[in-house]
């Protein structure tokens, strides 16, 4: 019973000994191959363990186990979150919205506006014209968006709807009442069973920005457009910012989501922030474009250089010192400008840094899982610290990312051993940590479970990282990401080193003080 | 201009977010918006909104899908089976481990409620069908998890538009393996929201559990005069352990808990009890009535929030037993009475008079007015995600006061509601807390208790509490005005 004094939540509560008694009388009733035999449970999960059971895991061919990728729509979503009050609309079953929303807001901590026009059998049997027509028109009446960015769900895709059609319909139909005819309605389809999450950030990104600047081809201006990708750390964005900043270039963030999810206390607006539409209608009249994340903006990428004959433009990954100082280089270029000192500083600070903590971090082997492009940036980091990555495993990799972070791994002596893992899961993982264990992992929550399982500590980085705090404000991106990078890894290195000493009179000799 | 009564206000509030939308939608809307009032004997239900009917179209609404109130819902919580998120990547991935189902297992090894098992479908599975795979899926399940004692089929979108036959499917492997393998047609976009799916995974418990012999799960349980079933708990934050504790102490034996923390054995043996106690009406009254029909097993609705209603539960549990089963329940509620005294005398002044809005799925839009009004405060709105008409005319007899009653409201009725009636505490879910919290009001996830809990029972109640004053008088209300912002001010 609680103690009125000192009430308990559940953590507490259960290992009382009157619930300790529930939980194990409860035992007799639940039976089956499992639960009834103690004995057997431990062995299975000791032939969890084994090499044995990792070729059997190894080897499946249809069931995925939890994974580490999302749908195409969130992607759509993120990318109407960076433009100017823009609305996202997916059209399909309210059902994904909820989740999408749910998922982006327990990642950010923050509200997620996103609508759907909740289409159900009937639209499965008729298509979804009328909810559409509707959807489209109580949207604008409500929220009072400036423009409508219109995604896919399966079912929209499996009916194959038409969004053009549709939305040409809605205006019409309208009447210009909510939605007159210059009211930009942007789409793409987005199918969630095709690719993943960045699948749809990248169609969603080259569908609006191909709408959007249609008929706007005129003088190349000295602007550089720069797209974040799936970029789920807001302070990324706003290094890169800085950066382009202190070159003091002319350039505009495509899809810019950094003020959306990092709202301030003390009032509610649905939008905040994001790339104003007019500068996005102009971005076809830039010089050059650079997208920080190659995969995730494949198909823009395209587009872009070859019909907007942006020739200049490139994929750069600022995370890391190398990545960075690429990216630094190229502004020099596009701007024309001497890299500035503020720049020069920080990089030399970056560097002063790295060479602070290397010993802790060198030879340390490293599991990490995540997106593609999150993945050559964290690795180019952790090669460039004498790390060694041992498990690089990316559920979402497109074509050509497994050669990329081979060639990657093999300018370094130090990842010789290390195993590239396309298209697995982490369950499969769980597998590889067991049998070729490792020093550390780097991941999203994730993995919680491998870290519990395994016992490998977890150093959270990536997304979505549900059960930690505030990481997504900060940057893992330019130099001070860089900074960031290595002051969570360090420590947490030196946090393992702390608990494997600890024992008072056994292993404290090396509790070290000073470090 | 006199003083504005709360029921006045809450109409003109009614009435003011009608007029934002165009005529077709604001015509659908006024159905399912009402003001409830406790004496009213003339509405049908709490407000004479409607419900259970279609969305608008493109508004943000918080209700979630089919294959949710299935998966998320009434199947994903039963610990020993696998349930297959069958379709797209995405489904099994957002709605992994969100709901705090707790239990206890090893996970991965002879239980697997945290983990997404997704058939993942590609391109081809969607042009030339799923069924190859979904058999390869269970044999892969079978091969990798030995110690799971059923597996159950979660139908996405795609399943049910392309035409494929999980039943058939999983029919076969089950006869040849003798398993309990569970198609469901949760598809997301049957129904107008979560609650169909609940119906469709309680027929399929009909079907696959109490139809089927299951003969893998060990030995028969010896029956009791006091065997009774915990029916729709889902154990957020271990809300039926703290509600089993209670049964057990007044002499009751509880042989299975659906579906939190439940194993199928659990759900087998059930069609035995003497009384099946229902906790979420919403979610499993379908299988309460079919066993009601087919085995004779009386069931009643319970309310384990707040003293109050929990004291009013237990009693009218122990009515369906004998005189040593009521005694035995008064000692219990006598047991608990100083504690629950303590409780009330602590946080009660704290938070008397303050107003509170909830907006929920299931049964708490009504089941926690009590526990709410145990401690002094005053629930001003609520309404359901999902809710039917049976849902609304029980809550009637729930409210205190005049209410606002929202049917499937949206994010932007939520947010014009609560400008115009300024609660103490709004208390919904996850994609909700952010908006109220930004405008600086206290705010607690009713979902999931905001990570705390359990809040069912005596020892939640004292949680509960706690963690409303915790919401309430936090400091960090004040902080949202700077100090140069003051001036000026009453």
Known sequence: MQEVDNIVNGQKLFQRPEYQKVLKDKKEFEGGMGAIDPAKVAEVAEWTKTWDYREKNLAREAITVNPAKACQPLGAVMVALGFENTMPYVHGSHGCVAYFRSYFTRHFKEPTPCVSDSMTEDAAVFGGLVNMKDGLKNCAALYKPDMIMVSTTCMAEVIGDDLYAFAVAAKEEDGGEYLPEEFPITYAHTPSFVGSHITGYDNMMQGALQQLTEGNKGEETDSINIIPGFETYIGSIRSVKHIAEEFGANYVMLGDHSDQWDMPAGDYQMFAGGTKIEDARNSINAKATISLQKYSTAKTMKMITKRWKQKDSAELNPIGLRGTDEFVMKLAELTGKEIPASLKTERGRLVDAMQDSYPYMHGKKFAIWGDPDFLIGVVSFLLEMGAEPTHVLCHNAPRGWEEEMRALLDTSPAAADCHVWAGKDLWHMRSLLFTEPVDFMIGNSYGKELMRDTGTPLIYIGFPIFDRHHLHRYSISGYDGALNLLTWITNKVLDQLDEDTKGIASTDYFFDLVR | ?490
């Open chain 2, 1 to 490: 201009m006199g003083p504005e009564t709360l029921e006045a206000k809450q109409r003109a509030a009614v009435e003011e977010v009608l007029k934002a939308y165009p005529a077709k939608a604001a015509k659908n809307r006024a159905k399912h918006l009402g003001v409830g009032a406790p004496e009213d004997e003339s509405q049908k239900t709490c407000g004479n909104v409607r419900s259970n009917k279609k969305t608008v179209p493109g508004v943000m609404s918080q209700r979630g899908c089919a294959y949710a109130g299935s998966k998320g819902v009434v199947w994903g919580p039963v610990k020993d089976m696998i349930h297959i998120s069958h379709g797209p990547i995405g489904c099994g991935q957002y709605s992994r481990a969100g709901r705090r189902n707790y239990y206890i297992g090893t996970t991965g090894v002879d239980t697997f409620v945290t983990m997404n098992f997704s058939s993942d479908f590609q391109e081809k599975d969607i042009v030339f069908g799923g069924d190859k795979k979904l058999a390869v899926c269970f044999e892969e399940i079978d091969a990798l998890f030995p110690l799971n004692n059923g597996i159950t089929v979660q139908s996405e979108c795609p399943i049910g538009l392309i035409g494929d036959d999980i039943n058939a499917t999983s029919k076969v492997y089950a006869k040849k393996t003798g398993k309990t393998i569970v198609p469901v047609n949760c598809e997301g976009f049957r129904g107008v929201s979560q609650s169909l799916g609940h119906h469709i995974a309680n027929d399929t418990v009909r079907d696959y559990v109490f139809d089927a012999e299951i003969e893998t799960l060990g030995e028969e349980i010896a029956q009791t005069d006091y065997d009774v079933a915990i029916i729709g708990d889902y154990n957020i934050g271990g809300d039926a352990w703290s509600s089993r504790i209670l049964l057990e102490e007044m002499g009751l034996r509880v042989v299975a808990q659906w579906s939190g923390d439940a194993t199928l054995k659990e759900m087998a043996a059930t069609p035995k009890v003497k009384l099946n106690l229902l906790h979420c009406y919403r979610s499993m009254n379908y299988i309460s009535r079919h066993m009601e029909k087919e085995f004779g097993i009386p069931w009643m609705e319970y309310n384990f929030f707040g003293p109050t209603q929990t004291i009013k539960s237990l009693r009218k549990i122990a009515s369906f037993f004998d005189e040593s089963i009521q005694q035995k329940c008064e000692e219990v509620i006598a047991k608990y009475q100083p504690m629950i005294d303590g409780v009330i005398n602590k946080y009660k002044p704290r938070l008397e008079g303050k107003q509170v809005m909830l907006f929920v799925g299931g049964l708490r839009p009504r089941h926690v007015i009590g526990a709410y009004e145990d401690l002094g405060m005053e629930v001003i709105g609520t309404g359901y995600e999902f809710a039917h008409d049976d849902d609304y005319k029980r809550t009637k007899d729930e409210i205190f006061r005049s209410t606002v009653i929202y049917d499937d409201v949206n994010e932007y009725e939520l947010e014009a509601f609560v400008k115009k009636l300024q609660p103490d505490l709004v208390a919904s879910g996850i994609k909700e807390k952010y908006v109220f919290q930004k405008m600086g009001l206290p705010y607690r996830q009713m979902h999931s208790w905001d990570y705390s809990g359990p809040y069912h029972g005596y020892d939640g109640f004292a949680i509960f509490a706690q963690d409303m004053d915790l919401a309430m008088n936090s400091p960090v209300w004040a902080h949202s005005k700077a100090p140069w912002d003051k001036e000026g001010e009453a």
